[in-house]
Nanobody, 124 residues
Framework: VQLQASGGGLVQAGDSLRLSCAAS????????MGWFRQAPGKERAFVAA????????YYADSVKGRFTISRDNAKNTVYLQMNSLKPEDTAVYYC??????????????????WGQGTLVTVSS
């Protein structure tokens, strides 16, 4: 499985962005999917996850109420809608796929495939 993340950019605080992660392969709909981010000098951190059907989602406390994860299995794509962005949201955002578990996973080690990352920069 190959994952291609896109949609990052430079925005101002309070703005919105939508990240997309397109996956190759025919088994996308059976994977749990997640978004992580890594700020300069920090470890990769969990942002959001979604189960195989899209019926269950989970968020880090820092983004709850502002970010929404969703997926379109017909398009092999997972999204991260980011609203009310803050400077502390600045990071490289990575999408990831868990081929062993179709549910919710929050630890990087639980994921098998990773996209290349897309940079989100939020200016104050």
């Amino acid at each position: 499985v190959q994952l291609q993340a896109s949609g990052g950019g430079l925005v101002q605080a309070g703005d919105s962005l939508r990240l997309s992660c397109a996956a190759s392969g025919r088994t996308f709909s059976s994977y749990g999917m997640g978004w992580f981010r890594q700020a300069p000098g920090k470890e990769r951190a969990f942002v959001a996850a979604i189960n195989w059907s899209g019926g269950s989602t989970y968020y880090a406390d820092s983004v709850k109420g502002r970010f929404t994860i969703s997926r379109d299995n017909a398009k092999n794509t997972v999204y991260l809608q980011m609203n009310s962005l803050k400077p502390e949201d600045t990071a490289v955002y990575y999408c990831a796929a868990d081929r062993h578990f179709a549910g919710i996973a929050t630890m990087p080690d639980e994921y098998d495939y990773w996209g290349q990352g897309t940079l989100v920069t939020v200016s104050s």
